[in-house]
C-alpha cells in the first residue's frame, strides 16, 4: 500500500488556489554558460530528487492527501524541448510564458524540468512546480541540492541524512515565534475553541498574558487594515487576467553597487530595488501616455520567509504577505527610495505576514467557496505580487554546466496580472517580470528600465555632496539650476 499524509491547511490552500488565468505554479529558469548534457542532467534530477519524497508524491484532492505515485516515470517530469528558430532570448521567454499558462498534470507528481537549447549554443533549463508542494525559499533549497558548486561533482550529490518526515504547520510556528505569539497563531488556524484554551493555561502568568494581550491587539489592528485596505490606484496594471502571459528579464546589476549605494544612502539592498522597481513600473506609464501624478501607487503583496533557521530544507509553504504601497508616482528618484524605505520600514514592526498565514491555514480548512471569497477580497486590493530572493552569492553548476543567470517567480492569485522577481546570483541582481497580455503586452520595455533607474541614484552621488542627499527637494533644486544653467 502507497504511503500517505494529509496535506496541511496552508498547502491546500495553494493547491485549491489554480484558475486558468492564474495557475499556481513557480517558475524558474537557469541559462547555463554552454550546452548541457540532457541525459547527465536527467541521471542527475532523478538521483538527487529522491531526497525528497514530496517530488515522488500525487497530491489528491479528495481528502487532500499526498499518496506515493507507484508509476513515476523520470521521462515525464524531464523533458528535453525544442525552442521555435531563431532560438534566442525572445523565443526562450516566449517559452517561459507559456509554460506559465499549461496547468501540471494532476495525475502525476505536479512538477516539471524543460531542457531547451538555444541557438548561441547555450543550454537553458525551465522549472515548473505546484505552489502546494513548496514556496520558494525552499524551492531555492532543492535547487541548491540539485547543483554543485563543481563541474565534475557526481550526479549522485553529496551524502546527506534526511528524515522523510515533513513539518506540520504548529510545529513551524512553535520553531519560528516567540510563544505567546505562536500560541496565537495557532489558535488563529484552529479556530476560536482554542483561543479559550490558549487563554486558560497563561492566565496564572501576568507576564505572558500581557504579552499575549499585547499581540493579540496588534493582530487585531492589522486583520482590519487588510480587511479595510482601500483600492489602489487605477492603472493598465490593473484588469480582468486572462490565460495569456508575457515574460521578460533585465540584464544583471552588479550587487556590490546596489549595497554601495545602500549603504551611502542609508537604504537596505531591499529598499534600493523596490525603490528602482518603482521608479521603471512609473516611468513606463508615462511613456504609454498614462496620467501619473505624485500621489499614484499601486500595491504589491511580497512575501515574508516566516520559517526558521533549522527548517529551510523542509518542502510546503512557511510565508505570509504583506501590502507594500509602490511609489510609482514620485519622479524625484531620492524622495521615492525614502518613501519607499519608510513603508518598509512600517510594515516590518506589524504582523501582516503572520496574520496572512494564518488566513490562508484557516481558508484551507474552509470550503473552496468561502476560501475564494476570502482570497478574491484580499487580491483585489492589489495589482503586483513582488518577490526579492538571495540566491547562491556563487557560481554553481548543474550536470556539469556552470549557471550563468538564475530567475524564479512565484505564481499571482485571483485577477492579479503582474510577477516582479528580483532574484541575486553570484554577486548579479537580476529583475524579471511576467504579466498578464490583457494588460501589459510589452514586459521588455519595462525590464529595460531597471538599469537606468538604478543609475540615476548612482549619478546623484557623483553629482551632490553626499550629506546633501539626505534632502531630496534640495538636490532636486540643485539639478534644475545645473540644467537651466
Not at 499614484?296 to 511580497?302: F, N
Amino acid at each position: 500500500m502507497s504511503w500517505r499524509e494529509r496535506i496541511s491547511r496552508v498547502d491546500t490552500a495553494w493547491l485549491r488556489m489554480d484558475r486558468p488565468e492564474n495557475l499556481m505554479q513557480i517558475l524558474g529558469v537557469m541559462i547555463f554558460k554552454d550546452r548541457i548534457d540532457h541525459e547527465r542532467a536527467k541521471r542527475t534530477i532523478a538521483q538527487r530528487i529522491v531526497r525528497y519524497r514530496r517530488f515522488h508524491q500525487i497530491a489528491t484532492t479528495d481528502g487532500n492527501w499526498w499518496i506515493d505515485d507507484d508509476n513515476f516515470d523520470i521521462d515525464a517530469h524531464v523533458r528535453h524541448s525544442l525552442l521555435p528558430a531563431p532560438g534566442g532570448p525572445a523565443e526562450l521567454q516566449k517559452f517561459v510564458a507559456q509554460l506559465a499558462s499549461m496547468p501540471l498534470a494532476a495525475a502525476r507528481p505536479r512538477w516539471q524540468f524543460h531542457l531547451v537549447d538555444t541557438a548561441d549554443g547555450r543550454s537553458a533549463a525551465v522549472l515548473r512546480i505546484h505552489h502546494a508542494i513548496a514556496d520558494g525559499i525552499s524551492l531555492l533549497g532543492v535547487i541548491d541540492w540539485l547543483t554543485d558548486e563543481e563541474k565534475d561533482a557526481p550526479e549522485a550529490g553529496r551524502a546527506i541524512a534526511r528524515s522523510d518526515a515533513q513539518a506540520s504547520d504548529g510545529d513551524v510556528l512553535r520553531r519560528s515565534f516567540g510563544e505567546p505569539l505562536g500560541k496565537l497563531m495557532l489558535a488563529s488556524i484552529h479556530f476560536g475553541g482554542q483561543l479559550w484554551g490558549q487563554y486558560l493555561g497563561l492566565r496564572n502568568d501576568p507576564a505572558a498574558l500581557r504579552e499575549y494581550g499585547r499581540v493579540a491587539a496588534t493582530w487585531t489592528a492589522d486583520i482590519g487594515k487588510l480587511a479595510l485596505m482601500p483600492e489602489d490606484s487605477p492603472t493598465r496594471f490593473k484588469g480582468k487576467a486572462s490565460s495569456v502571459k508575457h515574460v521578460a528579464w533585465s540584464q544583471p546589476i552588479a550587487l556590490a553597487d546596489i549595497k554601495a549605494v545602500g549603504k551611502v544612502l542609508g537604504c537596505s539592498v531591499n529598499d534600493t530595488l523596490l525603490s528602482v522597481v518603482a521608479g521603471a513600473l512609473g516611468s513606463y506609464l508615462v511613456a504609454k501616455g498614462d496620467p501619473v501624478v505624485s500621489d499614484t501607487q499601486i500595491r504589491a503583496m511580497v512575501p515574508v520567509n516566516l520559517r526558521a533557521p533549522d527548517d529551510v530544507d523542509d518542502l510546503g509553504n512557511r510565508f505570509g504577505l504583506v501590502a507594500l504601497d509602490l511609489p510609482i508616482g514620485i519622479e524625484n528618484p531620492l524622495a521615492r527610495l525614502y518613501a519607499t524605505r519608510a513603508r518598509m520600514a512600517a510594515l516590518k514592526g506589524s504582523y501582516q505576514a503572520m496574520v496572512t498565514f494564518a488566513l490562508l491555514g484557516a481558508a484551507g480548512m474552509a470550503p473552496k467557496f468561502v476560501q475564494d471569497q476570502m482570497l478574491d477580497l484580499l487580491t483585489s486590493k492589489a495589482t503586483a505580487v513582488i518577490t526579492n530572493v538571495p540566491g547562491p552569492p556563487q557560481a554553481r553548476c548543474f550536470a556539469g554546466s556552470e549557471i550563468d543567470q538564475e530567475l524564479v517567480w512565484v505564481p499571482q492569485t485571483g485577477d492579479i496580472g503582474m510577477g516582479v522577481s528580483i532574484l541575486s546570483y553570484n554577486g548579479r541582481v537580476q529583475l524579471g517580470l511576467i504579466t498578464d497580455a490583457n494588460m501589459v503586452d510589452d514586459p521588455e520595455r519595462i525590464v529595460d528600465r531597471f538599469a537606468g533607474e538604478f543609475e540615476k541614484l548612482v549619478w546623484l552621488l557623483l553629482l551632490e555632496p553626499w550629506e546633501r542627499l539626505a534632502d531630496p527637494a534640495a538636490v532636486e533644486q540643485d539639478l534644475t539650476a545645473l540644467v537651466t544653467g
